[in-house]
């Protein structure tokens, strides 16, 4: 159910346009520690500015300029990144 749950949210935030970045994910845990973001169960796309949403955790919403995605694991990790 989560899954489904981050697809769905995933898809409509990405199919928004953003001044900001070229790519986001939405993650449901994760922390956030000087400039770095490291989350779980996270869905989305983007290697370069991108937003990252994170519910549970360090909550909020970052702007990263470097993503790295592992899709088999659902794992994030990101530099750069601003609240």
Do not use: K
């Not at 994760?30 to 370069?48: E, H, I, K, M, P």
């Not at 990252?52 to 750069?80: K, M, Q």
């Amino acid at each position: 159910m989560v899954g489904w749950c981050i697809a769905v949210l995933g898809a409509a935030m990405l199919a928004a346009p953003s001044t900001q970045a070229t790519g986001g994910y939405i993650c449901v845990t994760g922390g956030f520690s000087q400039g770095w973001v490291s989350a779980d169960n996270c869905a989305g796309n983007g290697l370069r500015d991108v937003t990252v949403i994170i519910w549970y955790g360090d909550a909020g919403t970052y702007t990263c300029r470097n993503a790295t995605f592992y899709p088999l694991a659902s794992h994030l990790e990101a530099a750069g990144c601003t609240v």
